[in-house]
């Protein structure tokens, strides 16, 4: 079954970071396969397998993405940053509700949705789907049944790869490989906008001139940094005027009351879990630099073009950065628990000396 390789290897030409380097197909799990064939039955059944077309052409002004296969926020700025690749077309978002808010003020996104209830009665030249899971097309087929539509990674269901990277390739593929490798690999990275009302806050909340963000907490424990107050302790040493602001979500806030505790509140300025996703892109943006471990708050940093470094574990640099990120980045294949106090103070003063030569005003 020739069209079966779609769901283990790339349709564009160019290469992509990916956690398992030659997968043959002999290799695939009967998952994998079973996967497959399930989406393709489902495609049948909904009437949707000859709607799909492999290139977004000039007379698609009108478009809706459906985004929701993988509703972190982090993967949805990743999945999402071709976006910029269409902003000469009309393009809604169907995404995951707790995403909504990222998209809210958009520069590319003219509406977004999170049930079927919102869209509106407007008639579109194409879908792009983010895969043809049976909830995507199911969506695709009850929004615009008639519709053509365009996969993003489709019946893809091979190793892990670099999104960010995917997501500009195969945007570059579909509009008909307009750009080179080097062009695409430069120029790919996540974008966020903060609206006018978060700047205002933001900027209520007078910041200090020159500090550093540490973005704390995390979901998974092989990465999620445990002794931030170290780290801290070390950047104060070298610098007695230097401050800190604590950045997170709800997962981080134990870890900020021990960190406030054991460190001069002088010293350390605690917003874990007081601002959006939005609002903290913003603290970040107006960083020094930013210190933390591979998540959402990672993403957010590449997204406002903020200087970071990022600790990294299982995925490198390669599957999770592009060349456009600000990066100054630690790995372990293992645990970022693993990555030393004295090579991330190491890695910190890189970060600053670029921020000394690069002001943001530039």
Same mark, same amino acid.
């Given at each position: ?18 956690? +398992? %380097? ?27 397998r ?14 809706? !993405? ?11 700025? /990743? ?5 910029? /690749? ?33 869209? %509106? ?35 893809y ?8 990277l ?13 750009f ?22 933001? %900027?209520?909340?007078?910041?200090? %001139? ?9 979901? !998974? ?6 002794? !931030? ?33 054991? +460190? ?36 957010a ?7 970071v ?24 294949k ?6 030393? +106090?004295?090579?991330? +103070? ?17």
């Open positions: 079954m020739k069209e079966f390789n779609r769901t283990f290897s790339f349709q564009f030409k160019y290469e992509v970071p990916n956690s +398992i %380097k030659a997968l043959q197909r002999k290799n695939l799990p009967p998952s994998s396969k079973l996967k497959f064939i399930k989406r393709k039955i489902y495609l049948n059944f909904k009437r949707q000859h709607l799909e077309i492999k290139n977004i052409l000039p007379l698609h002004k009108n478009i809706l !993405w459906i985004n929701i296969s993988a509703p972190s926020l982090g993967d949805s700025l /990743m999945d999402l940053s071709s976006r910029a /690749m269409l902003d000469d077309r009309k393009i809604d978002l169907y995404t995951h509700k707790k995403n909504v808010s990222l998209y809210l003020h958009d520069s590319f996104f003219n509406s977004v949705f999170c049930n079927l209830n919102q869209v %509106k009665e407007e008639k579109y030249d194409l879908v792009i789907i983010d895969s043809f899971s049976t909830r995507s097309v199911n969506l695709k087929e009850k929004i615009a049944p008639l519709a053509p539509f365009v996969g993003m990674f489709g019946f269901n091979g190793p892990e790869v670099n999104r960010v995917f997501s500009f390739h195969q945007m570059n593929y579909l509009l008909g490989n307009v080179e490798e080097t062009k695409i690999n430069d120029i790919a990275r996540p974008s966020i906008f903060i609206s006018n009302e978060d700047l205002v806050f933001i %900027k209520s909340l007078k910041l200090p %001139k020159d500090f550093i963000a540490i973005a704390i907490g995390g979901v !998974w424990n092989f990465r999620t940094f445990n002794n !931030w107050e170290f780290v801290i302790e070390k950047l104060v040493d070298q610098n007695k005027k230097r401050k800190i602001i604590l950045v997170g979500s709800e997962n981080g806030i134990a870890e900020a009351k021990r960190i406030v505790e054991s +460190i001069s509140s002088d010293v350390v300025m605690n917003l874990v879990a007081k601002l959006s996703f939005n609002q903290t892109a913003e603290v970040i943006n107006k960083a020094k630099y930013t210190v933390c471990c591979d998540g959402g708050l990672m993403h940093a590449n997204s406002v073009g903020a200087i470094v990022p600790l990294l574990a299982k995925l490198d640099s390669d599957m999770q950065l592009t060349n456009a990120n600000k990066s100054f980045s630690l790995y372990d293992l645990n970022v628990n693993n990555i030393s +106090i004295k090579n991330i +103070i190491s890695k910190c003063q890189e970060a600053s000396n670029f921020s000394d030569s690069h002001p943001q005003d530039e």
